[in-house]
């Protein structure tokens, strides 16, 4: 996201926008690559629920809650794009809040990665995870990725 410090993320974190729902896929490609027709959207302010609820020392990735939130409401999967958008609304606006925080870096993404899009960055998803006992490693030449270690062994159920 561009100028963070210009947003009320509180205001987004809030704004339902004609959510819960469900939407019918009608392009072969699409319900090829997703693996269903019945694509759910959870409001922004469900992502932050389900992160509040991550206790410390467990992770859970964005898949995770994607696949709980469509499971819970008879689709075949939630839509990705909005997920990573509304994850990371949820991180933003508890870092614009004083109290009922969100332990946002606790949400990975995909193979345990850490997410640049949060508040501070892998710097601080790193920090803030290292201080709760995970290990981080570092992938890639090039294109270095950081990822919690052994990440399964912490995983939250839902």
Avoid: C
Wanted: charged fraction near 30%; charge should be negative.
């Amino acid at each position: 996201m561009a100028n963070e410090q210009e947003k009320d993320f509180n205001a987004m974190l809030h704004n339902n926008k004609d959510m819960p729902k469900v939407q019918m896929l009608d392009d072969e490609k699409s319900t090829e690559k997703y693996g269903g027709e019945r694509m759910f959207f959870a409001p922004p302010i469900e992502y932050d629920r389900v992160m509040k609820a991550v206790p410390l020392g467990k992770v859970i990735t964005v898949g995770q809650i994607r696949d709980n939130f469509a499971k819970k409401n008879n689709a075949d999967f939630t839509d990705p794009i909005t997920a990573g958008i509304f994850v990371s609304i949820a991180a933003w606006a508890s870092e614009q809040r004083d109290s009922d925080k969100t332990p946002y870096w606790r949400t990975l993404k995909a193979e345990g990665e850490l997410n640049p899009k949060y508040p501070g960055g892998i710097e601080v998803q790193k920090e803030k995870l290292e201080a709760e006992g995970h290990i981080i490693v570092r992938r890639g030449r090039s294109n270095i990725r950081y990822y919690v270690q052994d990440y399964q062994d912490n995983l939250f159920q839902l």
